[in-house]
């Protein structure tokens, strides 16, 4: 069964350095979304990419953040000068035509 | 602001009974209507979705859709020590720019008692 991966599975980084965290979504899916979960609190948006572009971010999604789909297969989340609140899981997600969302297995990131 | 509201639980259930998830939502507008089971420290798992008015049921899941009361539920038929879990409920509709963002509650957990 087809499914969306993630890796790293953990990244621990210090304050202030930059990290990326790749997905690979299904294949022949169109919309691709990063989510993240801070321990203990719900799933929030961060943003989505359609046809190339961003077409929907959340206030979360400031100027630390940028997302890529550099090779029509990978979809990365970068986060510059990470902050100690930055800790959290992320999730990569996709759908297709249908508006199902599914999720990776996530990074945990831990901004020491 | 979106909102979607849940119970937080701990909802406890004995083995092979029904279990009953609730869940409110806020936009008049949402289409779309999700049940995502998360394990500790895993990821979401969709098991359920609903577009229209009315049930759906999936093997010993039936999820249960009123937009009229923006309510929807999840039951759990026969429940079993495995289903003990978070359960999240999440909403979205088409934001008309290439987006289904989905909005989540903050989850029920649901807990299995053999």
């Known amino acids: 069964e087809p499914e969306v991966t993630q890796t790293p599975s953990h990244q621990v980084t210090q304050m202030g350095q930059e990290v990326i965290l790749r997905c690979v979504p299904i294949?022949?899916?169109?919309?691709f979304y990063w989510y993240r979960q801070i321990l203990g609190q719900k799933v929030e948006f961060l943003v989505s990419?359609?046809?190339?572009?961003?077409?929907?971010k959340s206030e979360i999604f400031d100027d630390q953040f940028s997302v890529e789909r550099p090779d029509g297969s990978n979809f990365t989340l970068k986060i510059r000068s990470t902050k100690l609140e930055d800790s959290a899981m992320y999730f990569c997600?996709?759908?297709?035509?249908?508006?199902?969302?599914?999720f990776g297995q996530g990074t945990r990131l831990t901004v020491v | 602001q979106k909102e979607v509201e849940q119970n937080s639980g701990p909802l406890s259930v004995p083995e092979g009974a029904i279990a009953s998830l609730n869940c409110t939502y806020s936009?008049?507008?949402?289409?779309?209507f999700f049940w995502y089971r998360q394990y500790s420290g895993k990821s979401p798992e969709l098991i359920m979705s609903?577009?229209?008015?009315g049930d759906k049921e999936d093997g010993r899941f039936t999820a249960q859709l009123n937009k009229a009361s923006q309510y929807v539920s999840l039951l759990i038929r026969d429940s079993q020590p495995s289903d003990s879990a978070t359960y999240l409920c999440?909403?979205?509709?088409?934001?008309?720019?290439?987006?289904?963002?989905?909005?989540f509650g903050k989850g029920t957990k649901l807990s299995v008692i053999p």
């Open positions: 997600a996709s759908s297709g035509r249908r508006t199902e969302a599914f």
């Open positions: 999440a909403e979205t509709r088409y934001s008309g720019a290439g987006s289904y963002q989905l909005t």
């Open positions: 936009d008049r507008g949402s289409q779309s």
């Open positions: 609903i577009y229209s008015n």
């Open positions: 990419f359609y046809n190339n572009e961003i077409s929907e």
């Open positions: 294949s022949n899916h169109l919309y």
